[in-house]
């Protein structure tokens, strides 16, 4: 894998902290930079999450205010940005190699219509797990993996190529019905 790659991880407005927390585990980040990532940036939320990398990681940090730089033994460097929101969200999907994100519909299709590579984690603690249908839905269709927290690492070595665009929509489409239920169509 190349080096130089951007990860973006968002967990929309809500608050998914068992997600921001594995995606800054030891064999995560270790993973990350086995995949070619240099750049990982969280938006972490409502809340501002104190992030921490594990002690034992045995590796040089440099943190920061809003950052971390991880310099491993090899020489390549991992460094982590988070933020509570971003104001050009659209522009960060636009800059990601790959995105993570919870399972809300509008996050989902943000990064679908910009046609990169997602990774859905679903928060299996929302009640009745209400994200999983969309998430495995959008799957089944070739359009995105997901995973939970638990098998994230699993998730992140699956084939992002294989995916399948996702369809622009037509956005005359529904004028186009009404115009045939009422009769101005054949």
Known sequence: MKNGRKLFVTVGTTKFEKLVNRITDVSILNLLVKLGFDFVQIQTGIELLQISIDADLKHTIY???????????DGLNLTLKYNRFFEEFDEEIKKADLVISHAGAGSCLDVL??????LVVINEDLMDNHQSELAEQLQ???????????????????????LKTYPTADKNLFARYLDKCCGFLN
Request: with cysteine; net charge positive.
């Open 63 to 73: 943190k920061k205010n809003d950052s971390t730089t991880v310099k491993f033994k």
């Open 140 to 162: 089944k269709n070739g359009h995105l993996y997901y995973c939970t927290v638990d098998n994230l690492e699993d998730g992140l070595t699956r084939d992002f190529t294989a």
């Open 113 to 118: 219509k910009h046609n990169k590579p997602l």
